[in-house]
């Protein structure tokens, strides 16, 4: 690698297309780097002749891709950020969006888990068949017979405002083109656009452009018996009304054609709202639409009376809208408007019928999921032939129909699975044929429907019975006990519902991409005292998950071979990036061993049975394992972090047969373990050691550390209290890389370790000190400042004060200094944007200002924000009420940038806008480097500020190490060799002050 970095000397992009030149000159066929039919990137013939020009390359800023040799690690990430790559989203397999102008070459040359490296090529910024769908909407028809495409933009994520505003201007300037609207999509800037004929190809030569797809289009998807059906796969057979669970205080959200409630079955004499016995919110005008009133009348009508009028979760109450618009921001501004009125599950029964691509609104559910761990959201799939949009979002849970009893195992209606990666949808089936329900314009009436639109509120009225049941704490007892009440995960309520669904039958395969899991019988998941079958779940958040390479081993007893053994893994994960094939970022694995040591891998079925052996999956985020009549005995159940990507991630995990959890194992973890130490400081940590229900072993609470390459050396924990113990580091040098891990063993069990897979995995941490400067700082003393900009009611000045200011007046308001409030009659909106500020690169940089607001303080209108090039610094939530107060955001992501601040303020309507508004004042942005000096203090090899016999120890331990450069460990004398003479150079120096 070195000799090939010496050859080009170019730059950092020449380092990496070499080595991608040495990775790919075996391969064979075809034109060009490409992202292939499988989701991944791979080399072909031409990429040696393709990557030579890199180094002559003069637009260095121009995004590539990076692949590695497996999957992302927190010390990988770091080892890239050191070396000046800025990575982006995250493509499958392995890969990154990158940018390399900025890059180190001698950091890139030491680094060998990357395979290889290309531009970003424009060929995959293009949705196929842009504009030449078979439309049914009258407005997208015209728009096709014009040769015209309705199309979205989605530009990187690290666009600039001058890359931002010239994509818009590029769009403007084909004839006939209408910019329609911009807006922020998960931390990246998204357009939609009009455009004529050949401009989406032209625009995806823009560097700042990521990937271009048509807007969708939103289309319709066309009670006796199915509240038995989805509790039992029988019409009368209804176990969970039998226990009083019949959807109390569980809140839908239904989107759909505007449901009529003056029908019985939605009606009351009190106002829509907090006293309504069924409808607490309408977000939409009132009217009476036969599809929407139906879907809400099989998810929680009542009439009180046990006939067609009364849904699945008939104790249940909904909010309602109608479909929302095709933007991202469309999807999730309904959806957040729905989370915040109280709905935990969400019902959906249209859709996109006229792509399969991985699209914004495939994105926008997924985001909305991983951001709302709580929310499960449900679509119909498509009534068509073959699986469509957006069912095929990850996170989601895609309903097909079935017939209706005694004919439950035969299809009705839903289009073939898989995804256009291959992924597993639908995944569930309840009866969807002739369902009758609630009819619109009738005071009382039913009609029959077809369809997937009737099957997804069955099941979404079977979700709210089985969040019922967990909330209610029938868990894991059977029996009612408030005190074990716990709040499910959206994984969880998901999982429950697929470990409770089965082979339809008439289906060939299972699973299968027609039927998914099969058929919902609810009850076969649920444990009620007296039942022959137990239950046993795992509710894992994000923020306490797991990272690649790391494993959670939950032993189980089954106690009889006479009921099925089924074990669901469950994960909501982050959207994928714009574009790519296939959405995967973090993929988990479910493997289950048993007594005698068989292994059976999720998702690896045969006959409709687990098969033992085979590979794991790497694409479902559903995993499942079905042993119809399991051995007694010990069996481990095992969730393993294959690849995960970003951040930590969260699982839910749901297990029933005759199994009993066995004693809960010891368990170990590390408490704020130091990311930083200064050089010659030792430092301290705190471990929690949780028994369980076993002992811990005298003695066995070790830390295991080293500062170099050397073997770790170990020493005892101290306990404090309890179960908490400290762990003591020595004091580092400079130039030292601290690694640690701490282990406990249990007295059954034996030894854990934290990290879980050490030392594979370590904690580490730099040397060094913080210094923190002030970049920039504004208090707006002298009025606007030379350069700011303002818009809408923003102005500097000294009125309508609040009270105090941190400083005093004056200050950047938004408001109407006449009235002192930001009423116009209207919906308004206005921006104060800084001048370009020059951040360092700095390892922490912080904004904080000063902040006092009064608004509606009602979640979607008058809301703050602060941001950088679209990207949020602060969000609405951190605003307090009437207050003065100091709010800080987080600018280390832009370090090396230079920035505009953007203070937002959007009332969203124009209604009760007549509050004081928003007052900005006294902003600073302060950075922080980690500095470790060796140089003051001559003699002081280990960098303790002492010249002692520790530093003759230091020299000793390192005689004869390699020493490139003067000034490297040990060498005290500066003559890049570590020897005799700079023993003698401490030698002569002992007891100097230091």
Known sequence: MQNIHRDCRLSSACVLASVVIAACASSASAQRLLIGPDGGIHCNEDTKASLRTLCNAADLSRRSVIQLDGPMTPKRRLLLEQAGVELGQYLPTNSFVARLHGADDAKLASIDFITWQAPFDPAWKLEANIGQRDYQTADRQEIAKLGHSLVTIHLFRDASQQEIDLVRAEIEAFPSAVFHRGEIVGGSTAMIALLPAGAPGAIADNTAVQHIEDVPEITYRRNDEVRGMVQTATPTGTPLYTQGLHGENQILGIMDGRADFNHCSLSDINPIGPTHRKVLANNAPVGTDAHGTHVSGTAVGDNGINDDTRGVAYAAKMVFNDTPSFTFSGMTGQLDLHHSQGARIHTNSWGNDLSTSYDGLARAIDMFMHNNEDDLVLFAVT????????????????????????????????????????????????????????????????????????????????????????TEGWYPSGSLTPGNALTPSGALLKATLLNASSDMGSIAG?????????????????????????????????????????????????????????????????????????????????????????????????????????????????????????????????????????????????????????????????????????????????????????????????????????????????????????????????????????????????????????????????????????????????????????????????????????????????????????????????????????????????????????????????????????????????????????????????????????????????????????????????????????????????????????????????????????????????????????????????????
């Open 510 to 994: 299972y699973p299968s991409d027609q039927e998914g899991w099969g058929f919902l019988a609810a009850d076969d998941s649920l444990f009620f005292a007296g039942d022959a079958h137990t239950l046993f779940v795992d509710d894992i958040r994000n923020a306490n998950g797991i990272t690649s390479g790391a494993a959670v081993d939950q032993p189980i007893q089954v106690t009889s071979s006479l009921e099925p053994l089924r074990v669901t893994l469950v994960w909501t994960e982050p959207a994928g990036a714009p574009g790519v094939l296939s959405p995967t970022v973090n993929d988990l694995d479910l493997v289950v061993i048993a007594p005698d040591n068989t292994t059976f891998f999720g998702n690896n079925f045969a006959a409709g049975i687990s098969a033992p052996g085979g590979s794991s999956d790497t694409l479902n985020n559903v995993e499942q394992i079905l042993i119809p009549s399991p051995d007694v005995g010990t069996w481990t159940i095992r969730v393993v972090g294959a690849a995960v990507n970003e951040g930590t991630q969260g699982y839910a995990l749901v297990t029933t047969g005759s199994v009993t959890a066995l004693p809960k194992e010891l368990t170990l973890s590390a408490i704020t373990p130091p990311t930083t130490i200064e050089p010659g400081v030792a430092s301290t940590f705190q471990v929690n050691i949780q028994p369980g229900d076993e002992s811990l072993v005298g003695g066995s609470p070790k830390l295991h550390y080293r500062f170099d390459a050397s073997p770790f050396t170990i020493t005892n924990l101290t306990i404090i209290s309890g179960n908490t113990y400290e762990a003591a580091l020595p004091a580092p040098a400079c130039g030292d890389i601290p690694q640690f891990f701490v282990a406990a063993d249990g007295s059954v069990s034996g030894e854990h370790r934290a990290p879980f897979d050490a030392p594979t995995a370590v904690f580490s941490a730099e040397v060094g000190v913080l210094q923190t400067t002030t970049v920039y700082s504004e208090n707006f003393a002298s009025g606007l400042p030379a350069g700011w900009t303002t818009s809408g009611l923003w102005g500097v000045n000294s009125l309508c004060a609040p009270s105090a200011s941190c400083d005093g007046s004056p200050w950047a308001y938004y408001g109407n200094t006449g009235t002192c409030t930001y009423s116009t009659g209207a919906a308004n909106s206005g921006q104060l944007v800084s001048v370009s500020i020059a951040l360092p690169a700095s390892d922490a940089i912080t904004l904080s200002f000063c902040s006092y607001l009064t608004t509606e303080n009602f979640a979607g209108v008058d809301e703050p924000s602060v941001s950088i090039e679209g990207v949020p610094v602060v969000l609405p939530s951190a605003f307090a009420q009437s207050s003065w107060e100091t709010i800080e955001g987080d600018l280390t992501a832009f370090a090396g940038q230079s920035v505009q601040l953007t203070f937002a303020f959007d009332t969203q309507d124009g209604i009760n806008n007549n509050f004081l508004g928003w007052f900005v004042d006294t902003i600073e942005i302060q950075a922080s480097v980690l500095v470790c000096d060796t140089g003051t203090c001559e003699g002081d090899a280990n960098g303790d500020n002492i010249v002692d016999v520790n530093d003759i120890s230091f020299v000793l331990f390192r005689l004869g190490d390699p020493c490139g450069a003067p000034g490297c460990d040990g060498d005290v004398n500066a003559d890049a060799t570590v020897d005799v003479n700079d023993i003698s150079f401490v030698l002569f120096r002992l007891g100097n002050p230091c």
């Open 383 to 470: 009534n068509g032939a073959a699986l469509r949009n957006p069912e095929n979002a990850k996170n989601l849970l895609a309903v097909g129909a079935s017939q209706r009893f005694p004919n439950q195992g035969t299809h009705c209606s839903g289009g073939v699975g898989p995804t256009d990666d291959g992924r597993r949808k639908p995944e569930i089936y309840a009866p969807g044929c002739n369902t009758n329900s609630a009819s619109a314009g009738t005071p009382c009436s039913t009609v029959a429907f077809t369809g997937t639109s009737m099957a997804a509120p069955a099941v979404a009225g079977a979700a709210a019975l089985v969040r019922q049941y967990y």
